[in-house]
């Protein structure tokens, strides 16, 4: 595998971020009461794939919110290539 990637063959611009996303998966996993719980990691074997597919769209969301507040609060971070 390439360095900087993960498994799934997406480039993490921000290794860091890693534990802050996992996190964020899992909350969201929780308030749409998918049943798994941090600690299975990643096994998500009884969770159907539009359930995979809200908790990923629903990071999209925040994600994008999160940005959008920081370019209108002057917080820009600059993007490496």
Same mark, same amino acid.
């Given at each position: 595998?390439?360095?900087? #990637?993960?498994?799934?063959? +997406?480039? #993490?611009?921000?290794?860091?971020?890693?534990?802050?996303?996992?996190?964020?998966?899992?909350?969201? =996993?929780?308030?749409?009461?998918?049943?798994?719980? #941090?600690? &299975?990691?990643?096994?998500?074997?009884?969770?159907? &794939?539009?359930?995979?597919?809200?908790?990923?769209?629903?990071?999209?969301? +925040?994600?994008?919110?999160?940005?959008?507040?920081?370019?209108?609060?002057? &917080?820009? =971070?600059?993007?490496?290539?």
């Amino acid at each position: 595998m390439a360095l900087g #990637q993960n498994g799934s063959g +997406r480039t #993490q611009l921000v290794k860091e971020a890693h534990s802050q996303l996992d996190n964020m998966k899992y909350e969201i =996993a929780e308030e749409l009461t998918l049943g798994v719980h #941090q600690g &299975s990691e990643d096994y998500w074997g009884a969770v159907t &794939s539009r359930n995979c597919g809200n908790v990923g769209g629903e990071m999209v969301k +925040r994600l994008i919110y999160m940005g959008e507040n920081d370019l209108v609060n002057g &917080s820009k =971070a600059p993007l490496k290539k």
